[in-house]
C-alpha cells in the first residue's frame, strides 16, 4: 500500500494550497485587519492561529469527516450557510459599531486561538478541506499517514500564502490614524467579508 506523495503528487498539493490559502477569503480579510491593528510582529499569533486551524481542519476532514459531507450533501450546505450567516453578522457589527466597540469586535477573532477557532466556521476552510479530500487523499489504503503529510504540506504551503496579507495590513497602519479613517476601513473590510462569502455560495456557471 502507498502510504506517502510522489514528488509530482506533493508538488501539485502544494501549488493547490498555495493558492487556496492565500486568495482572497474571510480569513484573509481579518488577517489584514490584524496587521492594520498590530504590526506584523503583534499580528503573527493571527497568522500562526489561521494556519494551523486551517491545517487541523484539513487533517480532521481527511480523517472521517471529509467522508460524510460528502456522503451527506446537505450537511456541507448547512455548514456553509451557517458559517456565512456569522460571517454577514460579524460583518454587520464591524461596520456599525462605534469607533472601540468595532475595534473589540475584530479582536474576538484575532490572535492565535481566535484565528484558529474562526476556521471552524469558515465556508472557504469547509470547502478547501472537502476539496482536498476528495481529490488528493488515497482512500485505499494509508489514510492515516497520507492525511499527516498533507497536513504537514498544507502548513508549509499556507504560512507563506498568507503572509503578505499580514504585511499588507500592516502597511496601512500608517494611514489609520484617525477615526474617520478607520469608519472607513471598517466598512471596506466589512464589505470584503461579505464580498468573500458570496464567492463561495453562490455556484460559478
Not at 52 to 71: E, K, N, P
Amino acid at each position: 500500500m502507498e502510504v506517502s506523495l510522489s514528488p509530482a503528487q506533493a508538488i501539485a498539493f502544494m501549488t493547490f494550497a498555495a493558492v487556496a490559502a492565500g486568495t482572497p477569503g474571510p480569513s484573509n480579510v481579518l488577517l489584514a485587519a490584524a496587521g492594520a491593528k498590530g504590526g506584523v510582529r503583534r499580528g503573527m499569533p493571527s497568522l500562526l492561529g489561521q494556519v494551523i486551524g486551517m491545517s487541523a481542519m484539513l487533517l480532521a476532514v481527511t480523517l472521517g469527516i471529509g467522508g460524510l459531507l460528502l456522503d451527506r450533501p446537505w450537511l456541507l450546505e448547512t455548514l456553509k450557510w451557517g458559517g456565512a450567516v456569522l460571517l454577514c453578522w460579524m460583518a454587520w457589527g464591524i461596520a456599525t459599531a462605534p469607533f472601540t466597540e468595532a475595534d473589540a469586535n475584530s479582536s474576538a477573532w484575532s490572535g492565535f486561538f481566535g484565528m484558529a477557532a474562526f476556521q471552524w466556521a469558515n465556508p472557504k476552510g469547509w470547502l478547501i478541506s472537502v476539496a482536498a479530500n476528495a481529490t488528493y487523499l488515497n482512500q485505499h489504503g494509508g489514510i492515516l499517514s497520507r492525511s499527516l503529510i498533507l497536513t504537514v504540506l498544507f502548513m508549509l504551503a499556507a504560512l507563506p500564502s498568507c503572509l503578505p496579507w499580514l504585511v499588507f495590513g500592516a502597511a496601512l497602519q500608517k494611514s489609520l490614524g484617525s477615526p474617520r479613517t478607520w469608519l472607513i476601513y471598517r466598512g471596506t473590510m466589512a464589505g470584503l467579508l461579505v464580498a468573500s462569502v458570496a464567492l463561495f455560495l453562490w455556484p460559478h456557471g
